[in-house]
């Protein structure tokens, strides 16, 4: 197979198509830390996208509760365990080296492609029925399929707990290197090249399944009523501009603009003419990703790539986190826990418009206090953070200090 380079690995790997780019790239930061489960995410693309005969068990967006649950059941584990069956002891890092060719330092093992049959061009399996049935397994439970609960020794503050979930919201990756893609013998699933949102092609699928066992984020899903796969398509009208709510420009996704949370920053990247990021430090994405390095990659493991990405969960054993994250888990937590002054602001832009920010500035305030994190003085200030839409016009205004309102004793249960 051609060679391609993933930045996320720190090197190239095996993939079936040559290097091929969008001009710019559909991109995601999700902060788990605020993630509630509350599922609003998952009901809007659902009454949006899937509310018709055989999407009854499509969940394009899910939250799952981690570590046991998932969609379809242990999604993640099954994938894992399949790697580690091809290449027993050798999914590992060597983090003595990075830089930003190798960000997480080098990934000495191998990908879902470079460990595929040759027949599949990506390895994978076919979720049974049963293991589509439930889209939240073990909501809100810390205790495993067999009544055991997880039991880590406990930290001295927040970054570890004796018994401990958190929620993972999910969506499509849109992968740089979708397997779906790579595993279709029709070519069906394509990357567009204006924004990189992968679709498949409803006219060249012939419903093989092929895409359905090679994801491995089991985020192509079969429609027995059309005999074709599906997918998440990025809302793609609104990200063209062309929603009547827009304003004729580009606005972010259903699951994006209802969170409830504020977990979600969604927007688009500039992609330069070797296929990485180009170096944009004032766009948020990334700014978070590339320059901070707090968004990091879901199993960057797998090797293809994804574009959402996850402020990890900073009360959950490292072990964990460095399997579903990359060992860039580590910098991610600390950084988050103790934010530099910018990024303090741009984390305030989380789900504050439904415009898609292109550019930020921050505008210095006045000093408001100081904080303790873990023996560390965290000097706070009233900075503004300005977001800008595709057009340069504002489109956001936020401060760190977010105003305090207070009801009028005359309506206390009203608005």
């Known amino acids: ?32 830390n605020r993630c509630i489960a509350c599922q609003t995410c998952t009901m809007a693309c659902k009454s949006t996208w899937t509310f018709s005969r055989g999407q009854e068990y499509m969940w394009w967006n899910n939250v799952e509760t981690k570590p046991y649950g998932g969609y379809p059941k242990f ?60 889209p939240n397994l073990y909501e809100d439970n810390a205790v495993g399929p067999r009544g055991e609960e997880n039991k880590y020794p406990k ?42 949102i992968v679709l498949i092609d409803q006219q060249r699928c012939w419903g093989y ?57 969604q927007g688009l990247v500039k992609v330069d003419g070797n296929g ?13 990703v590339r320059e901070e390095k707090v968004g990091l990659p879901l199993y960057p493991q797998f090797g293809t790539e994804p574009n959402i990405y996850y402020i990890p969960p ?6 964990y986190l460095h399997q579903m994250f990359g060992p860039g888990a580590d910098h991610a937590i600390e950084r988050y826990v ?16 439904r415009t898609i920010i292109f550019r930020f500035e921050v505008i210095e305030g006045k000093k408001i206090g100081e904080a303790n994190v873990n023996g560390k003085t965290l000097e706070l200030f009233d900075d503004t953070v300005v977001g800008y839409d595709k057009n340069g016009k504002e489109a956001i205004r936020m401060n760190v200090l977010e105003p305090f309102h207070l009801r009028d004793e005359k309506y206390p249960n009203s608005i």
């Open 276 to 288: 990485e990021w180009a170096h944009d430090p004032e766009n948020p994405l990334y700014y978070l």
């Open 1 to 32: 197979m051609p060679k391609v380079k993933n930045w996320q690995l720190g090197r190239e790997m095996d993939y079936r198509y040559d290097e091929a780019h969008p001009e710019w790239q559909f991109a995601a930061v999700f902060n788990i």
């Open 155 to 196: 930290g001295g503050g927040l970054d570890e707990h004796g018994t401990w979930f958190f929620y993972l919201a999910r969506i499509c990756n849109h992968c740089t290197y979708p397997a779906c893609l790579a595993a279709c013998p029709r070519q069906a699933p394509y990357k567009r090249p204006e924004d990189g």
């Open 314 to 319: 900073r009360w959950v054993p490292r072990s």
């Open 209 to 265: 399944r092929r895409c359905v066992e090679a994801c491995p984020y089991k985020k192509a899903m079969y429609r027995p009523e059309t005999k074709t796969s599906e997918k998440c398509i990025a809302c793609y009208p609104r990200i063209e501009g062309k929603d009547p709510l827009g304003g004729g420009v580009p606005i972010e996704t259903r699951c994006m603009s209802v969170c409830v949370g504020k977990i979600r920053l």
């Open 338 to 353: 103790m934010p530099s002054r910018k990024l303090l602001a741009v984390l305030q832009l989380f789900r504050a418009t």
């Open 75 to 134: 999604w993640d584990v099954k994938t894992l365990e399949l790697m580690e069956q091809a290449n027993p002891n050798g999914q590992r890092w060597n983090t003595a080296t990075s830089d930003k060719e190798a960000p997480y330092g080098v990934y000495e093992g191998k990908t879902v492609f470079e460990l595929s049959p040759k027949d599949r061009f990506a390895l994978g399996y076919l979720p049974t029925d049963d293991e589509w049935q439930v």
